[in-house]
């Protein structure tokens, strides 16, 4: 439920080197390398949406998808539906499910989750 496009932001030029696609901080959960800055297989930060720069909501794409989503499976079946994202923020408890989904059975990522 977000943007991705598989590689560091743009395909040949990458991000432009600011301190919004390359923070003072990186997150310590980071699984590359962190050479990339945030933008590892997404958008750069500086990328202008209609509602703004990508770094200001990219977590919040999961969010915007949320009730129309819902809205589509009741119009395409009459009823109630369920729709699981797993990408949520917070509020969209109210249209969806967060799937925990992704992680192995074994204790490291039960612990983790």
């Not at 997404?42 to 720069?53: F, P, R, W």
């Not at 990219?58 to 797993?86: C, I």
């Not at 192995?104 to 612990?111: A, D, I, Y």
């Amino acid at each position: 439920n977000e943007p991705a496009n598989f590689v560091a932001g743009d395909l040949n030029d990458g991000c432009a080197k600011n301190k919004i696609n390359y923070p003072p901080y990186v997150p310590q959960v980071r699984i590359d390398d962190g050479s990339s800055g945030l933008s590892e297989k997404t958008l750069c930060g500086d990328s202008v949406h209609s509602k703004g720069l990508h770094y200001d909501i990219h977590n919040m794409f999961g969010w915007y998808q949320s009730e129309p989503t819902l809205d589509g499976v009741r119009a395409a079946t009459g009823k109630r539906g369920l729709v699981l994202s797993r990408s949520t923020y917070v509020g969209s408890g109210r249209w969806v499910a967060h799937w925990l989904g992704d992680n192995f059975s074994n204790w490291t990522n039960l612990k983790n989750s």
